[in-house]
Structures are given as structure tokens and as C-alpha cells.
């Protein structure tokens, strides 16, 4: 495997290709610990938990997607990724998805897929609900003026709004795998965000791990809008996601 070097935060950073596509891994300091984390998507944004999951001797790991919409072949690649990231550097074979907005959609669509490569999930501000985020036909605003709808209709087929309105393969449609393998999840959202309103989304998984007791991880930010995402302190979460990850 050919990689391109070079630093992150004051860690090494390899660059190479799996599967014609861009992936990369961050290498923490000293011994690995065998656990890793990928982020989902946007990798290099609000990265204050994975560089604290980094301190603990983590590993951070990113797979480019064709889109941003959590398609099956993003998930099906991702799969492919953990048995050659086990090889190649010796890491579990289950990882932590770090999803943010659509990252949290791609996390949710592969951990319903692929629950046993699923250690935990963190999910920040995610879109489980396509008629709220792209579309805004609730409480918030379309995405991009209109333009999500554009993409998600390029990226998931749909002819029609008609098609999308009887749709039922939203992310929140997917959650029964998730909580019948009983993967801990940590949400954060802001309480003011208006692109990804958290009553439309998120709330849907949380009242469902509370309803079943399971393991389960909130904050909530007063006043905050979709950005920033992660919290000012990442450790109780850092916390969290270590010790269910056991």
C-alpha cells in the first residue's frame, strides 16, 4: 500500500486509495489501541472529539462516499474498509461512526446494515428525516434554497416529490437493527437549529433508546443553532463512546 504522509493536528496522517477511492488514517502517538472511529463524512470539521479520542490512543480513519445521502454503496464500501483496516494496522473489526448532520445519516443507514461493525454511534445534529432536511417541510428551512432536493433526487432516484412523500427508507425507518443489537449512541444537537430540527430527527432515535433502556448519551445546547457541532468539552462524551466501546 502506497501512502502519502503527513501531519494532522500534530499526528501522522497517512493518505492512499482503497477501492478507487480517497481514504486516510490518523495515527495516534505511542501504542494503538486497536479501537478506531470513523468520521462518516466531512472529515477535518468540529474535530475536538476525535482529537481527544486521538489522545487516548485511538485511531481516526476517513472513506470518501459518492454523496453525502448514506447509499447503500457508501455503506458496502465502508464494510469492505474494516477487514482491510484490521490487516493493515491491527484494529478492531467494528469501529465507532463519528456522523455529523449527513454523517449521522451515513452512520445510521451502515449501522442498520452492518450492526456487528458497529461499536457506537455518535450522532450529531444527524438527518433521519429527509422531509425535514433537505426538504424543510416541517419546522426548518430547506437546504441550499431548494437545492437539497436536487441532490437527493440525483442521489436516491426519486422522480418525484410525490415519491419522496410516501418514502419510507428514511434513516428513522431503519432504527429496529440498531436497537435490537443494542449500539450505544450519543446525540448532540443544538436546541435552535433550524437545518436539522432536532423534534424532526434525532428525537425519533432518543425516544426510542429511552423507551428500551438502552445505552444512551444527550446534550443538548441551548441556543445553538446546526453549527457548531461536538461539544466545547469533549471528554463525558469521549467518555462515553470509550467505555461503551469496551
Not at 444527550?218 to 467505555?243: Q, S, V
Request: charged share 25%; with cysteine.
Amino acid at each position: 500500500m502506497e501512502y502519502t504522509v503527513s501531519e494532522w493536528f500534530g499526528y501522522e496522517r497517512r493518505d492512499f486509495r482503497f477501492m478507487d477511492r480517497d481514504a486516510l488514517i490518523v495515527l495516534p502517538k505511542g501504542k494503538l489501541s486497536g479501537k478506531w472511529a470513523v468520521k462518516m463524512e466531512y472529515f477535518g470539521a468540529f474535530p475536538n472529539l476525535e482529537l481527544e479520542l486521538l489522545s487516548r490512543g485511538w485511531c481516526l480513519a476517513w472513506l470518501s462516499n459518492v454523496n453525502r445521502w448514506g447509499t447503500d454503496a457508501d455503506s458496502d464500501a465502508k464494510a469492505a474498509f474494516v477487514p482491510f483496516m484490521a490487516e493493515e494496522f491491527g484494529l478492531e473489526k467494528r469501529f465507532a461512526c463519528v456522523g455529523m448532520s449527513c454523517g449521522g445519516l451515513c452512520s445510521v443507514n451502515f449501522a442498520a446494515k452492518y450492526p456487528s461493525l458497529t461499536s457506537v454511534l455518535y450522532l450529531d445534529a444527524p438527518v433521519m428525516n429527509l422531509l425535514s432536511c433537505p426538504m424543510g417541510f416541517g419546522e426548518g428551512e430547506a437546504l441550499g434554497g431548494g437545492s437539497g432536493w436536487t441532490e437527493i433526487q440525483a442521489a436516491l432516484g426519486f422522480r418525484d416529490i410525490a415519491e419522496l412523500l410516501v418514502y419510507r427508507d428514511h434513516p428513522m425507518d431503519r432504527l429496529e437493527p440498531i436497537a435490537e443489537a443494542r449500539i450505544p449512541v450519543a446525540l448532540v444537537y443544538g436546541e435552535a437549529d433550524v437545518t436539522v430540527p432536532y423534534r424532526e430527527n434525532g428525537i425519533v432515535l432518543e425516544r426510542l433508546y429511552r423507551e428500551r433502556g438502552l445505552p444512551l448519551f444527550t446534550a443538548g445546547k441551548p441556543g445553538c443553532g446546526h453549527h457548531p457541532h461536538g461539544l466545547e468539552n469533549p471528554k463525558p462524551l469521549a467518555d462515553f463512546i470509550e467505555a461503551w466501546a469496551e
